[in-house]
């Protein structure tokens, strides 16, 4: 009997140690709740699925030289 109660107690504690690590998570990138670790770091949802949508966009690469073509042909047409 007493093993049983030691148990259930054992039991409970475990179950209330979950729950208190459960409430202190905080989201490092915003300071919401957090639901666990996604791309290394503890994280809410919302921050979870906007870098699962930004990180696996591809990436756009553009040169210094593209970017400067495209300012002087808009200086051009502005002054058109």
């Known amino acids: 009997m007493v093993k049983v109660l030691r148990r259930r107690a054992a039991k409970i504690e475990c179950v209330a140690l979950q729950e208190a690590r459960r409430r202190q998570k905080t989201c490092r990138v915003c300071g919401d709740h957090a639901t666990g670790y996604n791309f290394n770091v503890i994280t809410c949802e919302s921050c979870k699925a906007f870098f699962r949508r930004n990180a696996l966009r591809p990436k756009v690469a553009i040169s210094i030289?593209?970017?400067?073509?495209?300012?002087?042909e808009h200086y051009l047409t502005a002054g058109a």
Not at 65 to 72: D, E, R, S, T
């Open 65 to 72: 030289l593209c970017f400067l073509l495209v300012l002087f």
